[in-house]
């Protein structure tokens, strides 16, 4: 047979020849009371955030310059 005209051969996936050294990658599980408390932060800060926005069009503490 020639180069050209040689079978193709099926592509097989073959098994690792070892494990991996480290060991398998495990996350470490979310407890109740952290996942409350960051949902309390986010909460707190929009709350803030809202609170600035609306003192703001209520009035500034910044002087303005009128020309």
Known sequence: MTAQHKEEQPDVQQAPE???P???I???ARSKIGARAMALVGTVGLSAF???VAASD???TWPTIEA
Request: charged letters at 5%.
């Open 58 to 60: 209520l009035g500034s």
């Open 18 to 20: 070892g494990t991996d």
């Open 50 to 52: 809202a609170a600035a």
């Open 22 to 24: 480290l060991g398998p």
């Open 26 to 28: 495990t996350l470490p």
